[in-house]
Structures are given as structure tokens and as C-alpha cells.
């Protein structure tokens, strides 16, 4: 990007809306002009057939596997996970799109739109490093998503070519699921086969749209914090009436944006919940997946799969912490400046704002517990205990 453009605000957010547009689903409208299009119905219809009919066809093909597959059983239950994960995540999101804009009200009206103003800000950097957290948490889960589509066909064309051409098609779809009709004709196969591959599409924005739109209110909220702790250290007290006044507007400015985040976790805790318990649980299962595996491409898109949930899940964390350490800054910054410059009226009142600006901006995981990455490396070593007691279980049986 040039550094000398100006950078606007729609697009911090362009990501996340244009990806959730392919589903049908409108978070936010940036002018009244825009309206609802007979595409976006057909989009949103799709979206509502996969959520309503996958859950109870995977459900199906749990009750009807064999018992003893344990690794069967588990890579089910990790894409079931998944899904019902992601499907979660931005519907939860879609029913608060009304505080979402509120967030989004709120954002535009501290947004710098000056190219002075942004270089106050640091704004390039935050926007930079946000769109490259972004590309990687995207793309990272559509090449997993990739990789389990085509792993299918290309370990069909491998036995096809060590058999000398005597290797019949057996009719293997990416991901096992109960359908009510024979699928092992072509016909139906590659019309069953197209499904799949456009369920995996809708699982993986549904499930990376609402993280990569926290992201970017994060990023937004940090840079406003970081100006805030700026405005306050360069702040220089004249010994008049004016300068309490002048402090208390910036740490009005500082009270409405640590009352932003709070929406925030109206709208996020519970898809940010889901996120980590179903973190959890796909990680001890894939990485189970990953040790008793047989077929190296599996064992490859397994590691793949265990690195996208990872690194979603971890920039999260680093975000909210970096939001705890940026907003606790400000009370740090009230104790730098040049107080000692200001009256003793000045003086006196100072402990007030520096009590206000002790209050961390915290990301919540529905009130559980604040997400940071204190939290993320818990979870770590919880979901490598539960996949120890899956792996030992398996040893056993074997």
C-alpha cells in the first residue's frame, strides 16, 4: 500500500463484509442507497440450507459409523465441530448487527481522515499489520479447506498410476457425511462432490468472518488508545483554569472508546466463547488425527487444519492483550507528563483520571474469562491433556 494514500475506514473492514456478503449476509450498510438484491436472497438461502440440513446429516453418519473407527470417529467429530462452530460464530454476530453499527458509529467518529491526522495516529502501520493478520487467518483456512476438497481425487490419481491404470474410481467424497440418496454413481457423485466442496466454502467464511471483524474493531480500538496515552504526554499544564478542563476531554475521549469495548463483548463474547472451547476440542482431535494417521497427504492437511485454528486463536489473544497493555497505558502516561508543571489545583485533581484510566479494555469470552494470551496458553495445555487421554485410549484398544 502507499504510504502517502489516505486510508479510509471502510476499508479496515472490507474483509470481513465483502467475505460475509457471499453469504448472503449484510452486517453493515455504509450508505442508504444500498439494497437487499435477488442475489444476495439465493446467497442467504444457500446459507440457511447447509446450516438447517449438514448438522443433522453429520449427526446421522456419527449414530451409523462403526464404533471401533476411533480415527473415523474423530476426524467426523473435529469437521462436525467445525461446522456447527462456524455456523454459530456468525449468526451470533448477524442478530447483533444493530450494536455492530452503533461500533462502527463510534469508530467513524474518532477516524482520522487527514493525512496529518493519520500519521498521528501510526494509522498506516495498524492498517498494514491488520490486513496482513487478516490474509493470513483467511487464507490459511481456504487452503486447508482447498486440501481437503481435492485429497479425494488426488490419492485416487496416485493408486490409479501405481496400478497401471487397472485401479477402479471408488467413489470417495472429502468428508464423511450421511446423504439419503446412492451417491456412487457419477451423476449424483459429482453433484454430491459439488455440495461438499461449497459447504466447505460457507463453513470456513462463517467461521473466520467474525473473527477477522473483531480483529478489525480491535485494531481500531488500539490505535485510539495508543493516540489517547500520546495526547496525554504531550500534554504541557500552563497553570490555568483550563488545563483540568482540557485533560477531561481527552479522558472523555478515553471513557467513550473503554465504553466501545464494552459493545464489543455484547456483540463478540459468544461467538469469541465458541471460538476457544471449539479450539479446543478440534486441536485434541486433529492432532490426534495427525499421530495415528497412515496417509502422509492426510497427515499434511491435518497439520495444515491444526494451524489455521491455531493461529486464529492466537491472534486473538495477541490482540487482546495488546489492547490490555494499550489502555492500561494511559493511566502510565498521566503519571509521565509534565504534571508538575500544572497549578496545585491541577495536582490535586490528577489522581481522579489516573483511577478512571486503570480500567483495562479487555476482550471477554462471554464472562468466562478474558482473552489474552495467558488464556490462549491455558488452553493449550488443557486440550493436550484431553488429546493424551483420547491417544492413550486408542493405544489401549490397539
Sequence with gaps: MDAGAIVTIKEFFDFPFKLCSTLGIRLYKWSKSE????????????LLLHTSLYPILLVIYQINMDPDDILGRTTSLAISLFCVNAVTKVLCVAMQHKKLGKIIHKLIKYFPTTFKGQEEFNLHYEFTTMR??????????LLTAVLFDIT??????IEYVRSGGKKQFNFILPYAIWYPWDYHKIGSFIFTYMTQVLGSYVAVIAY??????????????N????????????FHPTRTNEDFKSLGEIMDYHDDILSMIDEVNDVFSLSVLLSFFGFGGMLCLVGFNVVAGNSIVDILTYLLFISSILLIMYYLSAYGTKMITLSTDVSVALADHSWYDGSVYYQRMLPFPIARAQRPAQLLAYKFFVVSMESFQSLLTTSYQLFTLIKTRYDEQR
Design 208 to 221: 473466520v468472518v467474525p473473527d477477522l471483524l473483531l480483529i478489525s474493531v480491535v485494531a481500531l480500538a
Design 132 to 141: 496482513r493478520v487478516s490474509s493470513i487467518m483467511l487464507w490459511n483456512h
Design 35 to 46: 439494497r437487499t438484491t435477488i442475489v444476495q436472497i439465493i446467497l442467504l438461502t444457500n
Design 223 to 234: 490505535m485510539n488508545f495508543r493516540y489517547i496515552s500520546k495526547l496525554i504526554r504531550e
Design 152 to 157: 479425494p481425487p488426488m490419492t485416487f490419481v
